[in-house]
């Protein structure tokens, strides 16, 4: 699973850090909604690739070899993720928002979690009800970080993908 930037086949692209946030958040969002249709295995295209090549595939830099966002998003996915956690009941409000997806799960130890993503670049600011302080938020988008909630209010950045943790 990948994305493509418009000149695909460029020599020499430029490409933004907020691509790979993009393509990172439709990795996401194809992945969560995979789960819900019960599909147990999803491949992540290109480990590194270059100019010429299809380079917005890739998950390194081709020229420095950092991981860019499409990795720490799957990597996101890998920490909090994995066999036999169950789907929860989900919604955005009486008027869902369609700027986010948001689907919780219940890991196999018990843990509520809920994934986030933003569908657009501006930054959405989120309320995760019954949190309360101190629960974990991680989140990758174009300048990526890692903060734990003050309150029940998450600010997902442009075409973020996040993690609450409760």
Known sequence: ???????????????????????????????????????????????IDYPGMIPGVSLLDWETGAPNARYHALALLLRHFAEGDALAATTTGVFPDPRIHAQAFVTASGRRKLLLVNKTAAPVAVTVPDVGGGADFEQVGADGYRTTLADDTAVLEAFATSVVSY
């Not at 933004?16 to 295995?41: F, N, R």
């Open 1 to 47: 699973m990948g994305t493509y930037p418009a000149d695909v086949m460029n020599p020499a692209p430029e490409i933004p850090d907020m691509y790979w946030a993009l393509s990172a958040s439709v990795q996401t969002y194809v992945w969560c909604k995979l789960v819900e249709l019960g599909i147990d295995l999803v491949g992540i295209s290109e480990f």
